[in-house]
């Protein structure tokens, strides 16, 4: 079993451990108890994850509560049936909440953790690669709303992640691949996030393993990407700064999704688009050589991201779409874009000619 410990230097009581390995569901039960002090636990879960690896899981003072399955249910009125259901149990200010599930669920349960009874302790059991790698460490809770996705929610940390990867096993092949774009994203910005642990060489070393999902990688990997983003959480927990590179791939990636729907693209087809579009971005900026550029290429290929049948998207429409991020001025399009080897710069102002000549 591996252990990363994130520890947010802002506020010094936020400090907790991500345990990563096979078979770790067997052992949630010991880990819970040596790291919360709840005496009842509520179980988030849906009919899906629990079919597969509910058996699996077997915690002391535990209720369950099943909720609907997809992004379709991030929302508040499933937000209300966890705080209710909390509320029908009578569970007091010492329960935890526990997410059992992929990234829907992780941030649920997290929001809802952070409001019921101003505050109750919340546990990461991750299940998805994605939510592994990503949504289940530094603390982003939220639902979406009519006006778009993830626009409530909190900064809230859990007491502790338990990312078992032997539940990766159930995954199909877009939902792996789903994770792997974001994987692959740490790979170009492991310096900037303060690090050097030569991941980009790791994956291009190893990825036939890890696309197979052999365990002994796929460990690894989740580790590398649990302390690279601890490293940026560590620093910046409420994305003031930093904590923006985790975004590289997603300016474009965002505005897909948007223009899309939401319903034609996973998450981590769209990033991978936007990883891409990003090296064209810095080559064509000068900020890259052909050489680094032809690396990047070349590993984000190796991946495989095969994107489903979509209509063309207007280059000038992705742009408009992509105008609309609160933290940068009006008219601006912001872009974190590759720099060198594992380096990344934020770009609040990117040449919109130059745009959206790649974007054709
Ligand atoms: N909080 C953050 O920092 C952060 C970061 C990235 C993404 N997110 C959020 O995460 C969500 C996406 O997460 P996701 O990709 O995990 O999607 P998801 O939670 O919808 O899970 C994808 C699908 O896989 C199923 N599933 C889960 N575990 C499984 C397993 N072991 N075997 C088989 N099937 C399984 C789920 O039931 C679901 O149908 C989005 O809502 C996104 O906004 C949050
Ligand atoms: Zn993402």
Known sequence: ???????????????????????????????????????????ITNEKIDGLWGD?????????????????????ETLISILNKASELRLDRKCAFVAF???VIGD???????????????????????????SSVGG?????????????????????????????????????????????KYAFIEKTCGENFGFFDFLSKNIEEIKKLNLKFIDETVEICCKLKASV??????ENGLRAILNLGHTYGHALEKCSNYSVFTHGEAVAVGLQVCFDLSLALNLIDENYYDKAS??????????????????????????????????????VLPTNIGEVKIFD????????????
């Open 1 to 43: 079993m591996k252990e990363v410990t994130v520890d947010i230097k802002a506020t010094k009581s936020s400090k907790y451990p991500i345990y990563i390995g096979e078979n770790l569901l067997e052992k949630a039960n010991d880990l819970i108890k040596e790291n919360c002090k709840a005496t009842k636990l509520l179980v």
């Open 56 to 76: 699996k899981l077997k915690l002391e003072n535990a209720e369950k509560f099943i909720i609907p399955d997809g992004e379709k249910f991030k929302n508040f």
């Open 101 to 103: 599930g992929g990234g």
């Open 108 to 134: 649920m349960t997290g929001f809802a953790a952070s409001i019921y009874r101003r505050g109750v302790d919340f546990i990461q059991i991750p299940t998805t690669l994605l939510a592994q790698v990503d």
């Open 140 to 184: 982003k809770t939220a639902v979406n709303n009519d006006f778009g996705k993830n626009l409530i929610g909190t900064f809230y940390q859990p007491k502790l992640v338990i990312a078992d990867t032997k539940t990766l096993t159930t995954l199909d092949d877009r939902q792996i691949k789903t994770g792997f774009a974001e994987v692959v």
């Open 233 to 238: 959480v560590h620093k910046d927990e409420k």
């Open 298 to 335: 070349d590993l984000i290929n190796k991946f495989e991201f095969n994107l489903p049948e979509h209509e063309y998207y207007e280059p000038e429409k992705l742009i408009e779409t992509m105008k609309f991020d609160k933290k940068v001025e009006a008219g601006k399009v912001r872009f």
């Open 349 to 360: 102002d990117i040449n919109k000619k130059i745009l959206k000549e790649i974007l054709k």
